[in-house]
Every structure is written in C-alpha cells, then in structure tokens.
C-alpha cells in the first residue's frame, strides 16, 4: 500500500486539476457568454473545493509538503489531443471533463480520509454535471447565429 504521502500527491493534483478546469470554463462562461448566472455557478462549486480541502483532513501544508511536481511522471506526458483545440467550445469542453474526472479522483480517494469529505465531492460532482447541461444549453444557444451547427 502506498503512504499518506501518495495519497495526499493524489488529492493535491486534482485539488488543482479540479480547480483549473472550472476557472477556465468559468471564464468563458463570463467573457463569452456573459453569463453571470453560470459564471456565479461554477465560481461557486470551485470555492467549495477550495473550503473542502481546507476544511477536511487534509491542510495545504500538507499538500505542498507530498508535492513533488519536478518528479511527477505525468507531467510531460501530453497526448496530441491535448494540445489542440477547435475553438472556445472545444475549451470548454476538455476543461469541464477535466473538472469532474478530478472531483471524481478527489471522491474516491477521501473515502480513505474522510467520508463526509467525500460525499461532499459526490455532490460538487453531480452540481458540476448540472452546470454543464446549463452552459451547454447557453453554448448552443449563442451559436444559432453562427452556420455551423453545435456539435458539444
């Protein structure tokens, strides 16, 4: 079995995964849509990762104490797909998958730690599938005008 160290490397990584990716998405949602409702939604569900980390059984000094980045196999590991993007949606799209594949992380390994924390995540998770239905409506929405026909 691995030590608390790993375990604490895997929630610190998609602690920032999660976060990332909704920061992103939630720019588009402010910038491009001019959402504030959606913007207001994913700014929300970010903040509550935030606050679970803190609150939890983990502290950021922990986190950063088992981070080793410069070892960390993964990091320059990029598939071809990941480094090309069609266009905002496209963005929008990878950065929400992102998003909750890493709430999903973060949900399994807290039931090692903390299983309040990891309902907690089971519902982020459920939240962000519903914002992204919302945003998905407004995306395809706001390409009407456009020809092409949205393919999210």
């Given at each position: 079995?691995?030590?608390?160290?790993?375990?604490?490397?895997?929630?610190?990584?998609?602690?920032?995964?999660?976060?990332?990716?909704?920061?992103?998405?939630?720019?588009?949602?402010?910038?491009?849509?001019?959402?504030?409702?959606?913007?207001?939604?994913?700014?929300?569900?970010?903040?509550?990762?935030s606050?679970?980390?803190?609150?939890?059984?983990?502290?950021?000094?922990?986190?950063?104490?088992?981070?080793?980045?410069?070892?960390?196999?993964?990091?320059?590991?990029?598939?071809?797909?990941?480094?090309?993007?069609?266009?905002?949606?496209?963005?929008?799209?990878?950065?929400?998958?992102?998003?909750?594949?890493?709430?999903?992380?973060?949900?399994?390994?807290?039931?090692?730690?903390?299983?309040?924390?990891?309902?907690?995540?089971?519902?982020?998770?459920?939240?962000?599938?519903e914002?992204?239905?919302?945003?998905?409506k407004?995306?395809?929405?706001?390409?009407?005008?456009?020809?092409?026909?949205?393919?999210?």
């Open positions: 079995m691995k030590s608390d160290k790993d375990i604490y490397r895997i929630i610190d990584a998609n602690l920032n995964r999660s976060r990332e990716g909704l920061r992103v998405c939630e720019e588009i949602t402010r910038f491009v849509l001019n959402s504030p409702a959606l913007t207001r939604e994913l700014k929300s569900i970010r903040h509550k990762i606050n679970a980390a803190k609150d939890g059984s983990v502290g950021h000094s922990r986190l950063c104490a088992s981070r080793d980045s410069e070892a960390d196999i993964g990091r320059c590991s990029k598939l071809p797909s990941e480094m090309k993007r069609a266009d905002l949606v496209d963005i929008f799209a990878a950065n929400m998958e992102r998003a909750k594949e890493s709430i999903r992380v973060l949900e399994e390994v807290f039931k090692l730690i903390d299983k309040g924390t990891s309902a907690g995540f089971a519902k982020l998770r459920f939240r962000a599938y914002v992204e239905k919302k945003t998905v407004e995306i395809c929405s706001f390409k009407k005008g456009n020809t092409r026909r949205c393919h999210y």
